[in-house]
């Protein structure tokens, strides 16, 4: 079955560093890929998406490749910032499904 | 509003009890789906809506779990005879298609 697998946190990084936050999945058919935010008290936010190979999603300074042959959808930001502190969960959907599948979510702290 | 919304924000209850959380989805959106985001748990799917009808309920964990929707609009789940458990993040979604969710802020539920 479909499945996202996302590396384990929590990763603690000063202001400033490069941050990369690793996600692979495993899907039948063509996935659509996304990565959603959730900070402190608050809900699930869309951060960024692709919806085939070799799309690239951005915002906010973050950026992650649609890579079809390693099937992975890492998040990267070059200077992170106290405020970027938050869980990150990478996520898939297929065409034809409903449900996205997520990965166990990846706790980020900034510190200034 | 503009996005998803949850109501209640938190809601404390006593084990046995009956409780219903409420999510007002986006308007124009068809789809509305829930999750349940649990500690060690990670974001579980439990039922999805396609205007008023429930395609697939495979996600909810057991028969005292329900969910309703009228109007193609507002979304109720219900959890009887409330567990220890059952405690968690509800997480109400809405999307026009199946690519892009958008998440409400959740209701947090604690059974003592």
């Known amino acids: 079955g479909n499945s996202v697998t996302q590396m384990e946190g929590p990763v603690t990084l000063s202001e400033e560093a490069f941050l990369t936050i690793n996600c692979t999945y495993t899907a039948t058919g063509y996935p659509s890929l996304f990565w959603y935010v959730q900070y402190p008290g608050e809900g699930l936010q869309l951060l960024l998406k692709?919806?085939?190979?070799?799309d690239k999603g951005s915002n906010k300074g973050f950026e992650a490749t649609y890579r079809k042959e390693t099937t992975s959808f890492h998040l990267e930001k070059g200077s992170v910032q106290v405020s970027d502190s938050a869980v990150y969960f990478c996520?898939?959907?297929?065409?034809?499904?409903?449900?996205?599948?997520f990965g166990t979510g990846t706790r980020l702290k900034v510190l200034a | 509003g503009a996005g998803v919304s949850q109501s209640p924000s938190n809601k404390v209850t006593e084990k046995g009890k009956d409780v219903e959380l409420r999510c007002d989805p986006i308007s124009g959106h068809t789809a509305l789906y829930w999750y349940r985001q649990s500690l060690g748990q990670g974001l579980e799917f439990l039922i999805y809506?396609?205007?008023?009808?429930?395609?697939?309920k495979s996600g909810l964990p057991s028969d005292r779990f329900s969910a309703e929707r009228t109007g193609g609009s507002v979304s109720t789940l219900t959890i009887q005879r409330t567990q220890q458990e059952d405690s968690a993040v509800y997480l109400c979604?809405?999307?026009?298609?199946?690519?892009?969710?958008?998440f409400g802020p959740g209701t947090r539920l604690l059974v003592l």
């Open positions: 996520a898939l959907s297929t065409s034809g499904t409903y449900k996205y599948i």
């Open positions: 809506f396609q205007g008023n009808s429930a395609p697939d």
């Open positions: 692709a919806t085939k190979a070799d």
């Open positions: 979604a809405s999307s026009v298609n199946w690519e892009t969710q958008y």
